[in-house]
């Protein structure tokens, strides 16, 4: 038989994922409003824009405003990482490839939420802390990116 705390968690559940959800959206509104808009700068430039971040969730939380609003200027964005986040953390419980699996489906979500459809979200070819020394991979990367994008 379950104990008493399971059986709380269990019906408190739907109830935190819908505050969960509201928190986003009140957060993201908030960010929204506040904000500073660059993107009138790119209305009448290009209508494909990359966004190169170093780590899964700088894309989100350095450029996330900026990208709703591309998005809803009719904007195409396409976003990158260059490090798969196979050594962003450490643990018992998971290997670095769950890790990185993991990194992976989290930044497709947050980019959903941004806009961005998965098949514009790309991953880069080097792993947390070693990007100096694979930096040809790295410009590979981004290389065939831009040649594909254009």
Not at 16 to 39: K, N
Request: charged fraction near 30%.
């Amino acid at each position: 038989m379950p104990s008493l705390l399971s059986r709380v968690r269990n019906r408190l559940k739907p109830l935190f994922a819908r505050l969960e959800a509201f928190g986003f959206a009140c957060i993201r509104r908030v960010l929204y409003w506040r904000g500073r808009d660059i993107t009138d700068t790119f209305t009448q430039g290009p209508e494909r824009i990359l966004v190169i971040a170093p780590h899964a969730d700088d894309e989100t939380l350095g450029a996330g405003v900026a990208v709703l609003r591309l998005v809803e200027k009719g904007k195409t964005v396409h976003i990158t990482v260059v490090t798969d986040g196979r050594n962003s953390h450490t643990s018992p419980k998971i290997s670095k490839d769950q890790l990185a699996q993991m990194r992976r489906q989290e930044m497709t979500d947050a980019c959903g939420l941004l806009g961005v459809p998965p098949e514009r979200v790309h991953f880069g070819p080097c792993e947390d802390r070693y990007v100096g020394d694979h930096r040809d991979k790295a410009y590979a990367h981004l290389r065939t990116l831009v040649e594909t994008i254009k």
